[in-house]
């Protein structure tokens, strides 16, 4: 994984992206701040007041915000509201900005910062629910997808969606198959998309492979430039002499590295057999079809966990 991440520092180093961390009075997000601000990755923006930030680190680097003496608080809680469309009064918004992962989000979506990491002290809803009712998905993404970097030596591959949506349609398994094929150049990989299923190229016939071929001609037929096809199981999707056999003239079929499951079931199932069985890192999951890029971290996470997702945070900034 560290090829990965050093390829990515050399990206975002000197861009001066501005990353916000809610959770400053956890020391594993303050260590990896300190450590990116200081090797000029990012400029990191800590939530929160001063006096509850661990001691042992210099913060000096990074820029604190207290949501209780910001200066701009009134303007912040009028764009929230109108971000809410009537769903919220001033009053309800400005208790809501109180808390450190709305404030934060409201920073990015009002340009004061690029992007997010929070989760390591708070559940992923607390995360994401923010990201979704202010940042908003992308006007080509209907729904946003946790996708996951799996890595084994100089082998990558893209995962998703492995975290948010049980039973995505047809409409957004597309979404998603051109979105992955983008966050996949990210990292440096030419994007072979692979729409996953139990059936081959109409090997079997339900409303289950259905959706995926439906999904296949609406991912085509976005014309995004990318090889993109299924339906396929991921024999014929991965190995190339199945590929051969079961998909003759597929330009994806036994060269995938861009895989698109079905549903939750199939996606973290398949993640956790590729690394547990298979010895793969997985990285993420890593959200996928924001206007601005949250991402949310395990509360198992350690400080070179919130570093690494920092840094693809902050990449994700230059790939939107």
Do not use: W
């Not at 809680?77 to 109108?82: D, I, K, M, Y």
């Not at 979506?109 to 997010?116: S, V």
């Not at 992955?180 to 030419?190: C, D, L, P, Q």
């Amino acid at each position: 994984m560290s090829k990965i991440i050093d390829d990515l520092k050399l990206r975002i180093k000197g861009k001066g992206l501005k990353i916000v961390f809610p959770e400053s009075h956890d020391k594993r997000i303050v260590e990896a701040a300190v450590k990116l601000s200081k090797e000029g990755l990012i400029r990191p923006v800590l939530i929160g007041s001063k006096k509850n930030i661990s001691k042992e680190f210099d913060i000096s680097e990074c820029e604190v915000i207290d949501p209780y003496e910001y200066n701009d608080f009134e303007s912040m809680v009028t764009a929230f509201v109108e971000r809410r469309k009537g769903k919220t009064t001033n009053e309800d918004a400005r208790e809501q900005l109180l808390k450190e992962n709305y404030f934060g989000t409201m920073l990015v979506y009002m340009n004061k910062a690029n992007g997010l990491v929070s989760g390591a002290t708070q559940s992923t809803g607390e995360t994401v629910r923010p990201a979704l009712q202010i940042i908003k998905t992308k006007p080509e993404i209907s729904r946003t997808f946790g996708y996951f970097l799996m890595v084994r030596e100089n082998e990558k591959y893209i995962f998703g969606d492995c975290a948010i949506n049980t039973n995505p349609t047809a409409e957004n398994l597309a979404e998603f198959a051109v979105e992955s094929a983008k966050i996949a150049e990210m990292f440096g990989i030419v994007p072979k998309v692979a729409l996953l299923s139990f059936s081959t190229k109409g090997s079997a016939e339900t409303e289950e492979t259905a959706k995926v071929v439906k999904a296949t001609k609406l991912a085509k037929a976005a014309n995004s430039g990318y090889d993109i096809d299924g339906e396929m199981q991921f024999d014929a999707a991965f190995v190339e002499s199945v590929g051969l056999k079961k998909y003759p003239g597929s330009k994806v079929a036994g060269k995938a590295n861009t895989f698109i499951f079905p549903d939750l079931n199939s996606g973290n199932i398949g993640y956790k057999i590729a690394q547990r069985l298979g010895g793969f890192e997985a990285m993420g999951p890593i959200l996928a079809g924001l206007n601005s890029p949250v991402n949310d971290l395990s509360r198992g996470c350690d400080s070179e966990d919130v570093y690494n997702t920092a840094i693809i945070t902050a990449s994700q900034v230059l790939n939107n």
